[in-house]
Every structure is written in C-alpha cells, then in structure tokens.
Antibody, heavy 123, light 113 residues
Framework: QITLKESGPTLVKPTQTLTLTCTFSGFSLSTSGVGVGWIRQPPGKALEWLAL???????HHSPSLRSRLSITKDTSRNQVVLTMTNMDPADTATYYCAHRLRDTGGWHPLDYWGQGILVTVSS | DIVMTQSPDSLAVSLGERATINCKSSQSVLYSSNNKNYLAWYQQKPGQPPKLLIQWASTRESGVPDRFSGSGSGTDFTLTISSLQAEDVAVYYC?????????FGQGTRLEIK
C-alpha cells in the first residue's frame, strides 16, 4: 500500500525559506522508474506542479519557479525534501507530494497523493 | 509549457443527468512513439487531495464507477459522467503528463442543479 505524508511548518514569514518533507511508504525511490513530485494549490485555486525527482536523481522544476526551488531525496529514509526560497504571501497554498511511475508503457500520471499541508505566508 | 484549458469553469447538472467537461491542450498530447494520449482526469472533493479517475485519456482507474468515461485525442478531450450522483459533486481537473513538465487545467466545479 502506497502512502505519502507531507510535513513542515504551517506558517512562514515573507522572505523566509520553506522546507517541506514528504515521507512515503509502499515503494522505494531506488526502484527504476519511480518518481515523487510536489504540487501546490492556493486556496480555492487550481493545481500547480512544482518539481519532480526520480530514482536516478534526475530532477525537474517548474520553469516559472526554478530559481527558487530545490528538490532532493533521501532514499534510505524514504523521504523527498522540497525547498522554496524567498517566500511571499502569494505562495500561501496547500502543498502536496505524489508518486509517479515510468515503465515500458511510458510515463504515468501522479497516482498516489499525500493529504497535503497548508502553508501560510504571513508576517 | 503545454497549457490546458477546461470548459466550462462551473457546471450544474440535475441528479441522474449527464455531465460533460471539456479540456483542450495548447499542443497535442498524443505521442507517436506509443500512440497514447498523455491525458488524465482527477476528481477533488473539499479538503481532500485529487483522486486519479482516468489516464491515457480513456482508461478508468480500478474502482472508479463506470458512469465516468473519458474520450478524445490529440488536443481535445472530454470527461463524461453518464448519470450524475450526489457524491460526484467536486472539482474536476484535466492533466497532461508527457515527460516531466506536467500541467493541469484550471478546474471545473460540478454541482447539483
């Protein structure tokens, strides 16, 4: 059974750096084809993809946020960490992590999602 | 980036009636390497993460009721709920997932008329 859970601060001040951790079970990020992504959703708004990391340590970031984002993995601890610098009130959102797979059939969509963590940016 | 545009933004349908949500991509998500459309549909209820309903434009996930169906190819796609049930009230998102620069539509809010 695949599960993911986001953790981190729920309140950050403007200009601070946000660090979120995704702790997962039921799969390994050392298995070929496996990936974990981060997605956010401002209150009442749409989903926005942020970053992806794969078993190979290949990383991809949203072009619009690339300069502020960093994604890393700790395979032994089954964790993926997202860092976002220079936080702004506009970054207030629920942040989700999710599982993804690539196999011989091609890429698959994000299939298993965590419950999300609401991060508020306010002084 | 591939831009995904859904229509309508909101929709009210009577119980038992058909609901149709459209999604258009700014470029084709049909890839000749495997002749598959990299298009998925999600359902999101308040306070919950998105739930994957359909991938490859028309393949329902295990456990998804067969009243949900997906169709389309290339740049134009449709999610149809054949007979709306009360538990289908949610926001629905389309999502293109070819490669790693993935994008979502803006969402369609589905309500009971």
């Amino acid at each position: 059974q695949i599960t993911l859970k986001e953790s981190g601060p729920t309140l950050v001040k403007p200009t601070q750096t946000l660090t979120l951790t995704c702790t997962f079970s039921g799969f390994s990020l050392s298995t070929s084809g496996v990936g974990v992504g981060w997605i956010r959703q401002p209150p009442g708004k749409a989903l926005e993809w942020l970053a992806l990391i794969y078993w190979s340590d290949e990383k991809h970031h949203s072009p619009s946020l690339r300069s502020r984002l960093s994604i890393t993995k700790d395979t032994s601890r089954n964790q993926v960490v997202l860092t976002m610098t220079n936080m702004d009130p506009a970054d207030t959102a629920t942040y989700y992590c999710a599982h993804r797979l690539r196999d011989t059939g091609g890429w698959h969509p994000l299939d298993y999602w965590g419950q999300g963590i609401l991060v508020t940016v306010s002084s | 980036d591939i831009v995904m545009t859904q229509s309508p933004d909101s929709l009210a349908v009577s119980l038992g009636e058909r609901a149709t949500i459209n999604c258009k991509s700014s470029q084709s998500v049909l890839y000749s390497s495997n002749n598959k459309n990299y298009l998925a549909w999600y359902q999101q209820k308040p306070g919950q993460p998105p739930k994957l309903l359909i991938q490859w434009a028309s393949t329902r996930e295990s456990g998804v009721p067969d009243r949900f169906s997906g169709s389309g190819s290339g740049t134009d796609f449709t999610l149809t709920i054949s007979s709306l049930q009360a538990e289908d009230v949610a926001v629905y998102y389309c999502h293109q997932y070819y490669g790693s620069f993935i994008t979502f539509g803006q969402g369609t809010r589905l309500e009971i008329k």
